[in-house]
């Protein structure tokens, strides 16, 4: 198991930038692939991004290819999403992710973080 805290969040306006952090206990951090999801309002949770377990490897979600990066630092036990040109339709709730497998689904994650609140104005 292993404990996640985002922070980061907050308002912005649309073409702004936001750095989202993820803080992950224990010594194990490296031994988990990473993932951001996020979740508007009356939708389902959705796939950001993800990135291999040495950082060395990512993928995203069409809608953020571009904008989004994500990046770790395995010796910090932190993760990151750099996300710049943002848009209205980016606005919901980011959670971070450890899972075991480099895949898109929820399903394939185990231990999620509390969320933090990302509001992008128009």
């Known amino acids: 198991q292993v404990q996640l805290v985002e922070s980061g969040g907050g308002l912005v306006q649309a073409g702004g930038s936001l750095r989202l952090s993820c803080a992950a206990s224990g010594r194990t951090f490296r031994s988990y692939v990473m993932g951001w999801f996020r979740q508007a309002p009356e939708k389902e949770r959705e796939f950001v991004a993800t990135v291999t377990r040495s950082g060395m490897q990512s993928n995203y979600a069409d809608s953020v290819r571009g904008r989004f990066t994500i990046s770790r630092d395995n010796a910090k036990n932190t993760l990151y999403l750099q996300m710049n040109s943002l848009k209205p339709e980016d606005t919901a709730v980011y959670y971070c992710?450890?899972?075991?497998?480099?895949?898109?689904?929820?399903?394939?994650?185990?231990?999620w973080g509390q969320g933090t609140q990302v509001t992008v104005s128009s």
């Open positions: 992710a450890a899972g075991g497998q480099f895949a898109v689904e929820t399903t394939k994650y185990d231990n």
